[in-house]
């Protein structure tokens, strides 16, 4: 069975190298009459690549449509597999760092997608505000879309545009950032350090293969250390696999 991921009726399989388009269509079709709430399915192709880390897929069978529609945490989001990188892997992950928000907490969300995070903590939990950052214009119109669905608009309020422009320029400090960041080379920990609270916690993802985890206490410390932040590293957690023993590390991170 080729490894797939199923975002609400869309499907996308990655197959294996040497598979011919028929045999390709041939599992689709199957696969649509084996999954009867998949309308769709999409091919995988290529690695996550571009400054917005988005995928690029190719219609195989069922409907042709890249639009899905995806529930998870009693929310509910709409997106395209080709314009949003979204993993329906990560919903345990959204639901567990949901639960540690409290009441009346001010919460910011960078590189928010289509506002996954920011809608699951705002639906379960009780914040004051939630603020959902995101640089692909196509991501922050489903996230605007979805903020409306989830009948959010009260509390969650999408901001479009680089991190590093945006978030300096909102108005006062943060209880909780979730740093729902891909993988890349730039921590952007000084843009959060300048907007988190004291006693604030800092949710930071990073990538790194199992036997260099080390590396990312190391730099979450060096880089309090250059913004003269105090801070302790509560937990670190693994968050998801991304490869042959490398994973997405979770890091708690209390501002002191």
């Known amino acids: 069975m080729a490894p797939y991921d199923v975002i609400g009726n869309v499907a996308v399989v990655k197959f294996k190298r040497g598979m011919s388009v028929k045999e390709k269509k041939r599992f689709g079709e199957r696969f649509l009459k084996e999954h009867s709430s998949v309308h769709s399915v999409l091919e995988k192709r290529g690695k996550i690549s571009g400054r917005l880390r988005t995928p690029e897929t190719r ?23 080709d314009c949003c990188y979204f993993s329906p892997r990560l919903s345990s992950e ?5 639960a540690m928000v409290k009441k009346g907490e001010r919460v910011l ?9 920011a809608i699951v903590i705002a639906k379960t939990r ?33 901001v479009q545009g680089d991190v590093r422009k945006r978030v300096p320029a909102l108005q006062g400090t943060f ?3 979730v740093m729902a960041r891909p993988n890349l080379k730039d921590s952007f920990l000084d843009v959060v350090f ?3 609270k004291k006693n ?4 930071y993802y990073g990538f790194y293969p199992e036997s260099e985890i080390d590396n990312l206490s190391e730099l979450i410390y060096e880089e309090a250390k ?13 968050a998801g696999d991304i490869g042959v023993r490398k994973f997405r590390y979770r890091a708690d991170v209390k501002a002191l």
């Open 175 to 177: 209880d909780r950032i």
């Open 126 to 158: 009780k914040p004051k505000e939630v603020i959902s950052v995101e640089l692909g214009k196509e991501c922050n119109k489903y996230a605007v879309e979805n903020v409306k669905r989830n009948k959010l608009r009260d509390v969650v309020t999408c």
């Open 59 to 81: 219609w195989i069978a069922g409907l042709k449509t890249k639009e899905a529609l995806y529930r998870e945490n009693g929310c509910e989001f709409r997106l395209n597999v």
């Open 226 to 238: 250059k913004a003269k932040k105090k801070i302790k590293i509560l937990r670190i957690k693994k």
């Open 94 to 98: 959204r639901s567990e760092l949901a």
């Open 200 to 203: 604030g916690m800092i949710h």
């Open 109 to 117: 969300v960078m590189f928010g997608g289509v506002a996954p995070f």
């Open 194 to 196: 300048k907007k988190i």
